[in-house]
């Protein structure tokens, strides 16, 4: 049996354990993001409401995220929604249950006036996000003379979007410390980290 479900705070270290799992060695050796999940929940930026997961046989299989950054103008900045992480275990990827989860709780998120994401644009377009930069909107640190197609928009009020430039800044919870991973990782049964193919940098 299967069901989405806000996420409870008796699911904390289980959902670490499986975005860990999700994530190790993927983009980098180790993990970051099972990190930035545990500190998010102490962070000013996140949106609790947003926070859910799929449970399959008692078992969490599905985790996603949503919390503020914030727009830099010209002249003002502007709180805006970041979805992320999401994970689904191991086991259980390729079967639809991330899809699931992001369309369950975007529909949830319709009173936001649009949600960012950085990821796979051949995977979220489904969605409906695409690229920020129609919308003259950039993530901090990338270059606002090219499209950046990983940063992506979607809108939900298109009245709410002015197509002056902005620069989307994380929040900061999502600048992490290695050092500060690895010693919190000591709870955690112990991997390897490796360098692999395909991961950033690499």
């Known amino acids: 049996m299967m069901q989405i479900r806000p996420e409870r705070q008796d699911d904390y270290l289980e959902v670490e354990k499986m975005v860990r799992d999700s994530f190790w060695n993927v983009y980098r050796p180790g993990a970051f993001e099972h990190f930035i999940v545990h500190q998010l929940r102490d962070d000013e930026s996140f949106i609790e409401n947003l926070a859910y997961v799929i449970e399959k046989d008692s078992k969490i299989v599905a985790h996603i995220n949503y919390s503020k950054g914030y727009l ?14 999401v994970a689904v275990a191991k086991d259980c990827q390729n079967q639809g249950l991330g899809a699931e989860l992001i369309r369950y709780t975007l529909d949830l998120a319709k009173d936001y006036p649009y949600v960012f994401v950085i990821g796979d644009e051949n995977y979220y377009e489904r969605f409906g996000f695409v690229s920020a930069s129609r919308y003259n909107i950039y993530l901090d640190g990338t270059d606002t003379e090219e499209e950046n197609p ?17 620069v989307f800044h994380n929040p900061d919870v999502f600048d992490v410390d290695v050092a500060e991973v690895d010693e919190f990782d000591r709870q955690f049964e112990y991997r390897e980290k490796l ?8």
């Open 72 to 85: 830099q103008f010209e002249n003002q900045t502007k709180d805006a929604v970041v979805l992320g992480p």
């Open 150 to 166: 990983f940063f992506m928009i979607k809108v939900f009020d298109e009245d709410e979007l002015s197509c002056e430039f902005a």
């Open 195 to 202: 360098v692999l193919e395909g991961q950033l940098g690499v």
